[in-house]
């Protein structure tokens, strides 16, 4: 990972998982099985860092970003929006059919994902002592990640009702993405179950149907 300094080493608050490690090494690593929601895999993110002297402050427990044997693990060059409600599957479909989608190699694709990329440790620390990140402090490390992935895909899941559009805090990063100063590309995806849930009802009932649906959104 290249010694310390170095853009993505360890301890780099850009570094993030490679999308071919996601894919294929992940579940393996916290032993799940990807039906779980991210909340549902958290007490496991944390266990792996667990022990570990985090490269960033020196304390003990670090991110999971810093302890996953993934080789590919970089500087991030896309950033996912999503909800801890969403199933591990899902974010790996959605990632892998971004990736298709847009001709991306999964090997050379490094994707910030908050639940693995903050120390979790700390967050919970937090949390413990009643502490609160104020809306101008989110801000402003949001747009540190981003103006680094230049890229952000927010995950849509249902496609007919998303839960990501009932997240404020991820209305407020899709918002916050088309204010960044730079070009910053903002795009949707559906999990593979979703996208074919979604062609299943244009092709079956019309574009019309498609539009009601979407317009009780």
Same mark, same amino acid.
Request: proline share 3%; aromatic share 8%.
């Given at each position: ?56 402050? *020196?304390?003990? $427990? ?6 996953? %044997? &993934?080789? !590919?693990?970089?500087?991030?060059? @896309? ?71 230049? *890229?952000?895909? $927010? ?6 009702? %998303? &839960?990501? !559009?009932?997240?404020?805090?991820? @209305? ?46």
């Amino acid at each position: 990972n290249g010694p310390t300094g170095e853009k993505g080493h360890k301890g780099d608050l850009n570094r993030a998982l490679s999308v071919s490690f996601i894919v294929d090494g992940l579940y393996n690593d916290l032993d799940i099985t990807g039906t779980e929601t991210v909340h549902e895999i958290e007490l496991k993110i944390r266990k792996a860092g667990e022990g570990q002297i985090c490269p960033r402050d *020196k304390r003990l $427990g670090t991110a999971y970003v810093d302890v996953a %044997p &993934d080789p !590919l693990a970089g500087v991030a060059n @896309l950033m996912l929006s999503y909800t801890w409600g969403y199933t591990l599957d899902k974010i790996k479909s959605s990632l892998a059919r971004y990736c298709d989608l847009k001709g991306r190699l999964y090997n050379e694709t490094c994707v910030w994902i908050c639940c693995f990329c903050v120390n979790q440790h700390r967050v919970h620390e937090a949390k413990e002592n009643k502490q609160t990140v104020s809306t101008e402090q989110f801000r402003e490390v949001f747009q540190c990640r981003v103006r680094q992935a230049g *890229k952000v895909v $927010g995950l849509l899941s249902p496609w007919d009702n %998303p &839960d990501y !559009l009932k997240r404020i805090w991820c @209305l407020f990063e899709a918002w916050e993405s088309t204010r960044i100063e730079g070009k910053i590309e903002l795009d949707f995806v559906l999990p593979e179950e979703d996208e074919k849930g979604f062609v299943e009802q244009l092709t079956s009932n019309g574009l019309d149907s498609v539009n009601k649906v979407l317009g009780e959104i």
